[in-house]
């Protein structure tokens, strides 16, 4: 267990623990933080935006959330605190939208008219503008209903709404659990469909990693470490989120761990460069994006928003490298 003078970081997840947290519970567990000379503290969360507003307010000094929520929170409080990207883990924003087939809904021109429900801090939701540009069509076209995060599910599988947005790899299972299948529905992964931003990163308090750089590195070798157990063994990895919370559905967390590795995490670029990095043009572009559809009044720098200072050597981030050589 930690030692007296292990640094001491407090980590603020997206979420509840559930299949993707895998590899951040392998980390506490199996010693690999130890190992670094860390002692951490994982508490689950409920959003991307929590996990941002705690690291910021000084109550975590590291989190997991969503880099757009991040840019946006910077926009919103130029004079500080600090805080950084620090490690991708979601190259894609998961975001999609599900829409029922059965509403005429094939491509992204059919949701024009129709109601979609999300609740308001949704990605999917608050990106809205960047996907509908993307695919040429009017914003305002659709008709939002601002919904508890809960509900969203059963009201597109009782048909009071046309579409949602959602994560792809919670609303998909959730909606299976209520009946629908992959069959009955469209979708549309923000991804696929020209929108080219990031997801979930590791983000770290600026003041923190100033004084502690070497904490945040170990914190993100560690993690790397557990990042590509968990790629290779899914179903191993699954065991830990289990070990924190032992009424979760161990098929289903072990797919949807599966469903966020292949939809978000092993993508072309990362195949190319390793996980956790950002591409500086197509970083610079998001964040412009993410200021156009969010109507953010200043514009963080990207290195306001990521900082690559700390990630592990982009050798040992080669995760996928070895296979289908």
Do not use: C
Not at 244 to 266: F, N, W
């Amino acid at each position: 267990m930690g030692h007296a003078d292990d640094t001491q970081i407090r980590f603020q997840l997206d979420w509840r623990f559930e299949g993707p947290s895998a590899p951040f519970l392998m980390a506490a567990e199996k010693g690999y933080f130890a190992d670094e000379g860390l002692d951490v503290q994982i508490d689950s969360g409920s959003g991307s935006a929590g996990a941002i507003n705690r690291v910021a307010s000084g109550a975590y000094e590291m989190g997991f959330g969503d880099l757009n929520a991040l840019v946006e929170f910077l926009a919103e409080n130029p004079d500080g605190p600090g805080i950084q990207g620090v490690y991708i883990v979601y190259d894609g924003t998961p975001a999609a939208v599900f829409a029922r087939k059965d509403r005429g809904i094939e491509s992204p021109a059919d949701l024009a008219g129709k109601t979609i429900a999300a609740p308001t801090f949704d990605t999917g939701y608050r990106a809205w503008g960047v996907f509908a540009a993307a695919n040429d069509l009017d914003a305002d076209a659709v008709e939002w209903q601002n919904v508890d995060p809960t509900l969203r599910e059963t009201l597109l599988t009782r048909g009071d709404v046309d579409a949602i947005t959602g994560f792809y790899f919670t609303s998909l299972l959730n909606l299976e659990e209520r009946g629908m299948s992959e069959e009955d529905l469209t979708i549309m992964p923000f991804p696929d469909y020209g929108v080219p931003l990031y997801g979930n990163a590791i983000i770290a308090s600026e003041s923190f990693a100033e004084a502690n750089p070497d904490a945040v590195k170990g914190f993100l070798r560690a993690f790397n470490r557990a990042l590509g157990e968990t790629i290779a063994d899914p179903e191993a990895a699954v065991e830990y989120v289990k070990n924190r919370d032992g009424l979760i559905d161990v098929e289903m967390e072990t797919r949807r761990l599966k469903l966020a590795i292949d939809g978000v995490v092993d993508t072309p670029e990362v195949r190319e460069n390793g996980v956790g990095g950002v591409d500086d043009q197509r970083l610079a572009q998001s964040i412009q994006l993410v200021a156009d559809a969010y109507e953010l009044e200043s514009i963080p720098t990207p290195d306001q928003v990521f900082n690559s200072s700390y990630l592990p050597t982009q050798e040992e981030r080669m995760l996928f490298s070895a296979e289908g050589e």
